[in-house]
Nanobody
Framework: QVQLVESGGGLVQPGGSLRLSCAAS????????MGWYRQAPKKQRELVAL???????NYQDSVKGRFTISRDYAKNTVYLQMNSLKPEDTAVYYC??????????????????WGQGTQVTVSS
């Protein structure tokens, strides 16, 4: 019903920048929040940044001041601008959506949706 498609990962040197994008599509009635999680090898998935429908943002402490999350509400797209990247930022980054679906007058409760993941590698 809902697809989240990410783009923008890759290999970058320490101190470099990357911009991730994630577009949500499908039978979307409303989006409560969108964000990014990441999972490094042998570690649990962790929240990186989240932005609500009202524009409130929440960041993991380790990325504050370096990463910026933003949304294009008309396009159902969320972005993550990552600056001053460090080797410890290396992980698979997953797009997340807290989304309500509806079609033809039938509406469903909110659910969690995930993208397929995009690899970010910070290395010299």
């Amino acid at each position: 019903q809902v697809q989240l498609v990410e783009s923008g990962g890759g290999l970058v040197q320490p101190g470099g920048s990357l911009r991730l994008s994630c577009a949500a599509s499908g039978s979307i009635f409303g989006i409560n929040a969108m964000g990014w999680y990441r999972q490094a090898p042998k570690k649990q998935r962790e929240l990186v940044a989240l932005i609500t429908s009202g524009g409130n943002t929440n960041y993991q402490d380790s990325v504050k001041g370096r990463f910026t999350i933003s949304r294009d509400y008309a396009k159902n797209t969320v972005y993550l601008q990552m600056n001053s990247l460090k080797p410890e930022d290396t992980a698979v980054y997953y797009c997340y959506g807290d989304i309500r679906t509806g079609l033809g007058g039938i509406f469903h409760p909110r659910n969690d949706y995930w993208g397929q993941g995009t690899q970010v590698t910070v290395s010299s």
